[in-house]
């Protein structure tokens, strides 16, 4: 059984960091894609990061340079570092799991999502 439990949100003002993290049991992470996403009051669930099939990493532009995507395959985690945070980054952030590893921005492709953790900028 696949469970994803996310961890690390809180509140944060303008310009902090966060480190959310993912424990990840019932998948081996160096044979599926991980990625994040968020959601946010009103809006769509969007695609934030995620590791691509090939092992590298990919970011929606409005993240770009701040956040950061990692992993530890031997401890079966992922993370999201992310960096002067805004306003605007104020959602819920899931971590979600691709068993057939297309490395995709789409969250329809991804099989299995964690609870979520809510993360709160203040300005």
């Known amino acids: 059984q696949v469970q994803l439990v996310e961890s690390g949100g809180g509140l944060v003002h303008a310009g902090g960091s966060l480190r959310l993290s993912c424990a990840a049991s019932g998948v081996t992470l160096s044979r599926t894609t991980m990625g994040w996403f968020r959601h946010a009051p009103g809006k769509e669930r969007v695609f934030v990061a995620a590791f691509t099939r090939s092992g590298g990493t990919t970011y929606a532009e409005f993240v770009k340079g701040r956040f950061t995507i990692s992993r530890d395959n031997a401890k079966n985690m992922v993370y999201l570092q992310m960096d002067s945070l805004n306003a605007e980054d104020t959602a819920v952030y899931y971590c979600?799991?691709?068993?057939?590893?297309?490395?995709?921005?789409?969250?329809?492709?991804?099989?299995?999502w964690g609870q979520g953790t809510q993360v709160t900028v203040s300005s």
């Open positions: 979600a799991a691709d068993s057939s590893r297309r490395g995709s921005s789409r969250p329809a492709l991804y099989d299995y």
